[in-house]
T-cell receptor, first 109, second 112 residues
Framework: RKEVEQDPGPFNVPEGATVAFNCTYSNSASQSFFWYRQDCRKEPKLLMSVYSSGNEDGRFTAQLNRASQYISLLIRDSKLSDSATYLCVVSGGYQKVTFGTGTKLQVIP | EAQVTQNPRYLITVTGKKLTVTCSQN?????MSWYRQDPGLGLRQIYY???????DKGDVPEGYKVSRKEKRNFPLILESPSPNQTSLYFCASSLTGQRREFFGPGTRLTVL
């Protein structure tokens, strides 16, 4: 089983739609969780950290479920500019960082 | 401007010809790391460094070397590149204790 698993997609959604991605992780000792965004052939950029209590940043909401070992990202009112690959990142401490392979989102006019 | 820089951005080389990819950050970050990104495999950590003179292997260190003589620089060395090292390479840095990593723009390496 991969340490971090994501559905590769692509998710093709119309503008204005709500879309959700899940990411599962295998190491129950994992401590930190993040979502990064990566545009085609560009470097990954931090979208948001993920906390147990859940956190929201505008149209984006991230959730962590430690019992089931998954994190989620919800995007409301999708924009064309949201089209990108979303990477789930799990860290077990300062050293060990594991990236998921990414979920591709395409928002369609 | 706070940033991570990598050079070169693109490189085509031949098997066995030693090369170095430089990485530099101006944010005074202690932690730096190198990743490679391949289709279907995602980003995989090659090496990381907690601070000057402190480096350690990531998930895929074979065929690579690194050094950390100064806080701002973390070069990646391929002593004898092979075609399976053709990939997109990213350098990243962060403050120790914060796992938010800032990535460089990437180096696309092709080994013929």
């Amino acid at each position: 089983r991969k340490e971090v698993e994501q559905d590769p997609g692509p998710f093709n959604v119309p503008e204005g739609a709500t879309v959700a991605f899940n990411c599962t992780y295998s190491n129950s000792a994992s401590q930190s969780f993040f979502w990064y965004r990566q545009d085609c052939r560009k470097e990954p950029k931090l979208l948001m950290s993920v906390y147990s209590s859940g956190n929201e940043d505008g149209r984006f909401t991230a959730q962590l479920n430690r019992a089931s070992q998954y994190i989620s990202l919800l995007i409301r009112d999708s924009k064309l500019s949201d089209s990108a690959t979303y990477l789930c990142v799990v860290s077990g401490g300062y050293q060990k960082v594991t990236f998921g392979t990414g979920t591709k989102l395409q928002v369609i006019p | 401007e706070a940033q991570v820089t990598q050079n070169p951005r693109y490189l085509i080389t031949v098997t066995g010809k030693k090369l170095t990819v430089t990485c530099s950050q101006n944010m005074n970050h202690e932690y730096m790391s190198w990743y490679r990104q391949d289709p279907g495999l995602g980003l995989r950590q090659i090496y990381y460094s907690m601070n000057v003179e402190a480096t350690d292997k990531g998930d895929v260190p074979e065929g690579y070397k690194v050094s950390r003589k100064e806080k701002r620089n973390f070069p990646l060395i391929l002593e004898s590149p092979s075609p399976n090292q053709t990939s997109l390479y990213f350098c990243a840095s962060s403050l120790t204790g914060q796992r938010r990593e800032f990535f460089g723009p990437g180096t696309r390496l092709t080994v013929l």
